[in-house]
């Protein structure tokens, strides 16, 4: 009896040691791996709250921000397209010096297109990387917020980072991972204050337009200042519709592809092979090779005639239903706008965006509107950059925004 009453009591203090142990380090964020084995989430994952850190650690390659204090690589909890838990990567930036009172303003940064290959995501980028030139000017644009004393959040995206799929140019999903990044940036770093801004490009532009106008309801203890939309992706059946009769190569082919494959995937009425030849759809793994570089240069469809990539009489019905769900001009944003577009964009071209203002302006929202004569789907980060950064202050600040929509909609009824 002595020795099992021991026996009890130590296995009861061993127990308690576990517990007190574990007290401790709850609130602790656990050190993730190293390399890639960093992408691959702990096997059996359980739920947890959105935006919960599952580990964080030192980040180093392209998005490791230059005049950054810290940057941060982390692993957190967002909803996937059907509102499950999924893992998601991005990254966690924090200026040098003292955060002011209320904690570093913050920008939640939505990047564009870069594949739909894991190895596509910025967190991922290095100066080998296979979309470095363009990872590398979004570094250099965020570098600049950094410097002048603003957090930076981004986001890789669901199945970018961490293999899995990826719904491309669906806003509410990728939405939400740009809001989770925002909790989890400040899990990881407390002097991160509530007030934010989203900022993005190109497809990361319809994705900016998403979480601003789902930010207010979905993080409601944070407090959305205005966002910022860099060459914005819209007109989503005007591009289709466009590429379906083009008799040359596309540069747009790709993303529509894209596109195809994501709506399709989430919506089981969207049917590829009633939209899609044989051929094209034969080739559609190509498009996970690499990342959008090699699609756009190598390869099947780098040389692939537009229009022959469609069947006679397409049953596009459940695909442009899904795509109307994700058109941003459709959204009504508490904060005001500031969309920026280059005039040389054969990627986004001006009048989409244009179209997209002016969708924005009859829906009631408050749009400021510049353009940059010369700049191309890049540029209009390289030229609008300091914009940006000067209306982002101003919003911050506590500055009414400029409104362009009158003379927008006067000079559309012209």
Request: charged letters at 15%.
């Amino acid at each position: 009896m002595t020795i099992v009453r021991n026996f009890v009591m130590a296995s009861a203090c061993a127990l308690a040691s576990a517990i007190a142990a574990l007290a401790v380090t709850a609130g602790e964020i656990p050190q993730g791996p190293a390399g890639d084995a960093f992408y691959t989430p702990p096997s059996n994952l359980p739920d947890g709250e959105r935006g919960s850190l599952i580990y964080a650690r030192a980040l180093d390659g392209t998005m490791a921000l230059p005049s950054a204090a810290r940057n941060s690589l982390v692993l957190y909890r967002s909803l996937d397209q059907n509102g499950k838990s999924t893992a998601v990567s991005g990254t966690v930036s924090i200026p040098k010096g003292e955060p002011p009172e209320g904690g570093w303003p913050v920008i939640t940064w939505t990047h564009g297109t870069t594949g739909l290959n894991a190895i596509c995501a910025p967190s991922r980028d290095n100066a080998q990387g296979p979309e470095h030139s363009y990872i590398e000017t979004i570094s250099h644009l965020l570098d600049g917020f950094v410097k002048n004393g603003f957090a930076v959040v981004a986001t890789d995206y669901q199945g970018l980072g961490i293999a899995g799929f990826h719904p491309f140019l669906q806003g509410v999903p990728t939405g939400r991972n740009a809001l989770d990044m925002l909790r989890a940036g400040r899990i990881l770093e407390p002097d991160i204050g509530k007030r934010y801004v989203v900022m993005g490009h190109s497809q990361g532009g319809q994705v900016d337009l998403f979480a601003a106008a789902e930010g207010p309801s979905y993080v409601p203890g944070l407090e959305l200042q205005g966002n910022v939309a860099f060459a914005p992706g819209s007109q989503i059946a005007e591009r289709l519709a466009a590429v379906m009769k083009s008799a040359k190569t596309e540069l747009s082919l790709p993303y529509v592809l894209y596109t195809l494959q994501s709506y399709a995937t989430t919506d089981p009425a969207i049917d590829l092979k009633r939209i899609l030849s044989p051929e094209a759809i034969a080739h559609l793994p190509d498009l996970q090779e690499q990342c959008m570089s090699h699609a756009l240069t190598t390869g099947y469809w780098s040389t692939a005639i537009a229009k022959d990539q469609f069947v006679a009489n397409p049953d596009l019905e459940p695909l442009l239903k899904f795509g109307a769900k994700n058109e941003p001009g459709a959204l009504e944003i508490s904060a005001p706008t500031l969309v920026i577009q280059g005039t040389d964009d054969v990627t986004v071209f001006p009048e989409t965006t244009n179209a997209l203002v002016r969708q924005m302006c009859a829906g009631g929202n408050v749009v400021e509107y510049k353009i940059f004569a010369g700049a191309d789907h890049n540029g209009s980060m390289v030229m609008g950059g300091a914009t940006a950064e000067e209306w982002i202050k101003a919003r911050f600040a506590g500055k009414p925004a400029g409104n362009d929509c009158a003379t927008l909609i006067k000079s559309a009824a012209e």
